[in-house]
């Protein structure tokens, strides 16, 4: 049974070499184009912000590149990617029920 030190150590042993450039000991989320998903959807970035709910700086950020999508943030993402109008849909209906 290994200690939280030994799993800490094997941790900081993978990052460096990642950091090396081993990327075998990694897992890399692959990059999303935010924009290209927000303008397939034909919004400008405070439609599109207002429409899924989201904050309209994250937005910015995600554009620019100054922040990544969390996971669930890639799900939502890539679920407008396949169909924007029924996640617009469902978050109405989620709405709906709320109240």
């Not at 030994?6 to 941790?11: L, R, V």
């Not at 075998?24 to 429409?51: C, G, M, N, P, Y």
């Not at 910015?60 to 100054?66: A, K, T």
Request: hydrophobic share 40%.
């Amino acid at each position: 049974m290994s200690s939280a030190f030994d799993k800490i150590a094997a941790g900081l042993t993978d990052a460096i070499a990642f950091a090396e450039g081993d990327t075998t000991r990694a897992r890399v989320a692959s990059s999303l184009d935010v924009k290209r998903v927000r303008a397939a959807t034909k919004k400008t970035q405070s439609q599109f912000a207002e429409s899924y709910r989201l904050p309209i700086g994250t937005v910015r950020d995600w554009e620019q590149n100054r922040r990544q999508p969390d996971a669930p943030a890639r799900v939502l993402l890539s679920m407008i990617a396949v169909d924007p109008e029924t996640v617009e849909s469902l978050i109405a209906k989620s709405e709906a029920l709320a109240h």
